[in-house]
C-alpha cells in the first residue's frame, strides 16, 4: 500500500480525561476494513506514530493512515476551519477539552493515553552556563516554541511559577512554530538552548544533550496527551469503522509498547490522583501562607 502523508515535519494545560485502558493487540483482524483515515497527531508524536502505522497495516492493509503532523494548537485550528479529520491526537488537554466543547470532538472516545516529560537542552558540541531552569538566562538565546504550542504554554508556565517570565521575555527568543523547529534549533547549533520534550531530545540524541527536566513544583499541569474521534462528515460507515479500529489499537499493549520506546509513558488513573493531590497540597500552602501573613500584618 501506497502511504502518503499530507502534511510533513519541518526538520526530519490541566483537564484529567478517561484513564487509558490496554487492551490486547488481536492476531487476525476480525473484520475487513478499507479506506482512508485521517489522523491529526502532535509533531512530537511522529516517529512513533509511524511505526505504530506499519504494524497497524500489519494487520489491516488496505486501511490507508494520512497523518497531518503539527503543533496541537495549529491542528485544533485547521479542525475547527473545517479540515477533514477523523483521529485527533494532542500533546495537551487544552485543545482536544476546546474541541469536544464545540462538539467537534466526541467526548465519550476521548482518553488522556500518554504523559511526556519537558526538558531543557543544548547542542551535543554545544557549550553553555546554563545548568537548568533556574539560571536559562544565563544563555544568549534561547529557543521557544510560541504561545499556542503546548510545549511553548509549559515553559511559560514554569517560567512563571518560577517568578522569572519577565526575565525570560527579555531574552533573545528564537520562537517556533512547533516543537520540531525547537529541537532543529538546537541540534544545529542555531540556539544556545531549547525547551522540548523528553521524547522529542531522545530522537536525536547523537545532536542534543538534556541539561535538566523541568522542576516537578514549576510544573503543576501534566503533560498529558489525549486522543479522541473527530466527528468527519466526508467519511464512510467503513472508514468510520477503519478509524474507529485504529483508535482501539492505539491502546493495545502492542501500541504502547513503541510509544515506550519513543520515551513516553502510558497515563495512569494513579497519575490523575497524584497531580490532584499535588494541586491540594499547593492550594492549601497558598492560603496558610495568606494567614500567617494576615495574622503578622494585625
Known amino acids: 500500500m501506497k502511504k502518503r502523508i499530507f502534511a510533513v515535519l519541518m526538520a526530519g494545560m490541566m483537564a484529567a480525561g478517561l484513564t487509558a485502558g490496554t487492551v490486547q493487540a488481536s492476531e487476525e483482524p476480525t473484520e475487513e476494513l478499507s479506506g482512508e483515515v485521517y489522523v491529526f497527531i502532535a509533531a512530537s508524536l511522529s ?29 485544533q485550528t485547521q479542525i475547527e476551519e473545517g479540515s477533514r479529520c477523523d483521529i485527533f491526537f494532542s500533546a495537551a488537554t487544552k485543545q482536544m477539552d476546546a474541541l469536544v466543547e464545540e462538539g467537534l470532538a466526541e467526548e465519550d472516545t476521548v482518553t488522556d493515553l500518554l504523559e511526556n516529560k519537558v526538558v531543557l537542552i543544548k547542542p551535543t558540541s554545544g557549550e553553555t552556563a546554563v545548568t537548568g531552569f533556574e539560571n536559562i538566562t544565563d544563555a544568549a538565546n534561547l529557543a521557544l516554541a510560541g504561545e499556542s504550542v503546548p510545549v511553548g504554554q509549559y515553559a511559560r508556565e514554569i517560567f512563571t511559577n518560577m517568578g522569572m517570565m519577565d526575565q525570560v521575555e527579555a531574552m533573545e527568543i528564537n520562537e517556533g512554530k512547533n516543537v520540531t523547529e525547537v529541537l532543529a534549533a538546537v541540534a544545529e547549533g542555531s540556539n544556545e538552548v531549547g525547551i ?16 535538566a527536566e523541568a522542576p516537578a513544583d514549576a510544573l503543576q499541569t501534566p503533560v498529558l496527551y489525549p486522543v479522541g474521534m473527530i466527528t468527519d462528515q466526508e467519511a464512510s460507515e ?33 497519575d490523575v490522583e497524584e497531580a490532584e493531590e499535588a494541586v491540594e497540597e499547593t492550594a492549601e500552602d497558598a492560603e496558610e501562607a495568606a494567614e500567617e501573613t494576615e495574622e503578622t500584618a494585625e
Open 47 to 75: 516517529n512513533a506514530m509511524e511505526e505504530i502505522q506499519k504494524n497497524f497495516n500489519g494487520q489491516y492493509p488496505d486501511v490507508e493512515i494520512l497523518y497531518n503532523a503539527d503543533s496541537s494548537g495549529t491542528l
Open 196 to 211: 522540548v520534550y523528553a521524547t522529542d531530545a531522545a530522537s536525536v540524541a547523537d545532536q542534543v544533550e538534556i541539561i
Open 238 to 270: 467503513g472508514e468510520i469503522a477503519a478509524a474507529e479500529a485504529f483508535l482501539a489499537y492505539l491502546k493495545t499493549d502492542e501500541a504502547l509498547a513503541v510509544f515506550e520506546d519513543y520515551g513516553f509513558s502510558p497515563y495512569t488513573a494513579e
